[in-house]
């Protein structure tokens, strides 16, 4: 696995495998990685002859009170899984190898962010879409792997690709979760002992909302309602819980089509999100 550091560098190593007919498959993360991260790298692995990992915590998608400063990070750590995962490119640049200056151009979103963690984090996918179509022009992948623990980031990434022409596959990876359901997470270090336990509860809701859907239950404020009870067992703040058509992300007050029910909830130094994303058809 090779480590790279410049823009230009990656490019120009990437470049001279392209001319060769090698694919590219993409996976940028923020590091600190876990199995989520490493599923995405391994699918990967199987659709492409190259993979390029990139880990870069982006201050541009964080607001002022954020864990920008406190967000976890251990390259060595990630250097080894990331070999282990068979990376070929790690790329690992600085704040000021991607922002040399305060950049004249940014991408904005114009839909899909007035709800769930775009509402909540004004700004944090002006920020996501800046540094992906950045990292987007440096690698030219083939592919690109996003999870949809994320999902609201993967509506606004389809976005991004066909509104901007990018010749790129978005490949949807499922959600990776530890035994109990917690969906895996670089954040889930900042919950203490009795907050791992209650965090339980998030993904546990989504399952009891499932069955609620399957027993006929189509009524989202009733649905909601019961999560939101739910969730208020534990010592969490209730960021949202929602109910809205995927990937749209319109509010519907009755279950119909593909839909995403999104929870986010906050812990004393975490705030963690999970969605369902679903189907009656
Ligand atoms: P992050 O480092 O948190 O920005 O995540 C990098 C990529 O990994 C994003 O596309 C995330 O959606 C994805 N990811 C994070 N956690 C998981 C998970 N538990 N399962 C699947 N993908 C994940």
Do not use: W
Request: with cysteine; glycine share 4%.
């Amino acid at each position: 696995m090779k480590i790279i550091k410049s823009s230009k560098a990656l490019y120009d190593e990437l470049n001279s495998l392209k001319i060769n007919g090698k694919s590219i498959g993409f996976v940028p993360t923020m590091g600190y990685l876990h199995e989520g991260h490493i599923e995405l790298i391994k699918q990967a692995r199987v659709q492409n002859d190259i993979v390029v990992l990139s880990i870069f915590v982006n201050p541009l998608q964080f607001g002022p009170n954020e864990d920008f400063d406190t967000y976890p990070r251990d390259i060595d750590r990630d250097e080894s899984i990331a070999v282990e995962s068979g990376v070929d490119f790690l790329f690992y640049p600085s704040v000021d190898e991607m922002y040399p200056s305060k950049p004249t151009v940014t991408a904005v979103v114009n839909d899909k962010t007035n709800v769930l963690c775009g509402k909540m984090r004004p700004g944090h996918f002006d920020g996501v879409v800046t540094v992906v179509t950045k990292l987007f022009n440096i690698v030219q992948p083939q592919r690109a792997y996003f999870g949809l623990k994320d999902a609201q980031q993967v509506a606004v990434i389809h976005s991004l690709i066909s509104d901007f022409n990018f010749p790129i596959e978005l490949v949807e990876v499922p959600t990776v979760r530890e035994k109990d359901g917690l969906a895996k997470s670089s954040r889930n270090v900042f919950l203490d002992a009795n907050e791992r336990i209650e965090a339980v509860e998030i993904s546990r809701s989504l399952n009891m909302a499932k069955n609620m859907i399957d027993n006929g239950q189509y009524n989202t404020s009733v649905i909601k309602d019961e999560i939101n009870k739910s969730l208020n067992k534990t010592s969490g703040k209730i960021d949202y819980v929602e109910i809205y058509s995927y990937p749209e992300l319109k509010e519907i007050n009755h279950i119909e089509g593909k839909f995403i029910i999104a929870i986010a909830l906050k812990f004393s130094k975490a705030r963690l999100i999970d969605n369902l994303i679903y189907s009656l058809n």
